[in-house]
């Protein structure tokens, strides 16, 4: 059985190439002109490959080694306190595994350090991606600067990313913004994430804003009272290519500003609520009709890189109902589209990848 948007098929078939789908349908209505293997999965409910729009692959050698609940600089306290960038391949290998076992086809990896690395490990073990390298820093990039590698692989591309506006200068973060326009690649960036953040826009002070400054990271945003999002709309920075990840310190007006520019937004529940920092109005973000869609971030602030375990700790804890096709679509559709890969991904349809999760059991209640 599958399910699309509002709609349920029985006796669902799916016919495809080993990459891509030639052809759906009621299996009924189509094996008699078909030939071929048949793998028959029983009784379940299949639904388009999964995607997870925000992690940090580089990370994952880093699982319980970060303090948890204790807010956004313990936090980083914690993280900084373990070998960040020494690149555990074995530990990025098996993540990835995990992911495609649990149904995650495409994810947009966050690399500080690792970018092509990481980027070959996915490519290897056949995962769809953007392997984003994260501009940080308050450097005024040079003209022709290259913010990605120049690289092709075969399933997925490299692109540019911006920390944040407390760590990466405007200059880098439009300079990175422009680059990745010209590409046709989505802009990923933190955003509005937690009370540091605030602060450091609005008046440049505080003890993140400190350590920050020690380390020579501290952008300059101008100390003018502004939110992240205000900040951000005055850079330039938001528009429908734009994935704003966490905006958990969201108010009313950047929320309708954010619509307003038909930026797309990832939801990262759990590890939000790991570090400490409360949750976005999920709420208000959805019923602003901004398009949204889900992430985990790494194993660093979270307990697994499960997308079905996210979509669940959001409808458990979600306080207004959602459908089953605008639940699914936070892992399928609306991730697809955020990152402009929706002629390939997102749905069960003829010409996209051949890729599809099975729903676990202990979800077909919740959702359905």
Not at 68 to 79: D, E, P, R, V, Y
Request: charged fraction near 25%; include cysteine; proline fraction near 3%.
């Amino acid at each position: 059985m599958a399910r699309g948007e509002n709609l349920i098929i029985k006796d669902f078939a799916l016919i495809h190439d080993g990459d891509r789908i030639l052809e759906t349908g009621v299996w009924s209505a189509l094996k008699d002109n078909f030939s071929g293997e048949v793998e028959d999965l029983g009784d379940v409910t299949i639904v388009p490959g999964l995607i997870n729009a925000h992690v940090h692959l580089e990370l994952s050698h880093l699982k319980d080694k970060t303090v948890q609940g204790q807010g956004f600089t313990n936090w980083i306290k914690s993280l900084l306190s373990n070998p960040l960038y020494d690149l555990d391949t074995e530990a990025v290998r098996n993540a990835v595994k995990q992911m495609r076992a649990e149904g995650t086809a495409f994810c947009v990896d966050i690399s500080t350090r690792n970018c092509a690395k990481v980027a070959g490990i996915m490519d290897e073990l056949s995962m769809g991606f953007y392997a984003c390298c994260e501009a940080i820093g308050i450097q005024i990039p040079k003209d022709g600067a290259k913010f990605f590698p120049q690289k092709n692989f075969a399933y997925g591309h490299a692109a540019g990313s911006g920390h944040s506006l407390y760590s990466t200068g405007a200059e880098l973060l439009q300079g990175v913004k422009k680059a990745n326009h010209a590409a046709g690649l989505p802009f990923p960036i933190h955003l509005a994430e937690n009370e540091e953040e605030d602060e450091i826009v609005a008046h440049g002070s505080g003890e993140f804003a400190t350590m920050l400054k020690g380390a020579g990271l501290l952008a300059d945003c101008g100390n003018k009272g502004l939110r992240p999002v205000e900040y951000a709309e005055s850079l330039g920075l938001l528009d429908e290519s734009t994935l704003a990840v966490h905006c958990v310190r969201v108010a009313d007006e950047d929320i309708k500003t954010l619509a307003e520019r038909k930026v797309n937004i990832c939801l990262c529940p759990r590890s939000n609520t790991y570090i400490g920092e409360g949750r976005a109005p999920w709420e208000k973000i959805l019923k602003s009709g901004i398009n949204t869609c889900l992430g985990t971030d790494s194993i660093g602030s979270n307990y697994d890189l499960s997308m079905w375990n996210e979509l669940e700790y959001l409808l458990k804890n979600i306080e207004i109902s959602l459908s089953p096709a605008d639940a699914l679509a936070l892992v399928t559709t609306n991730s697809a589209k955020a990152l402009q890969i929706d002629d390939s991904y997102g749905s069960l349809e003829k010409g996209k990848r051949a890729v599809y999760a099975t729903v676990p059991a202990h979800l077909e209640d919740l959702l359905f």
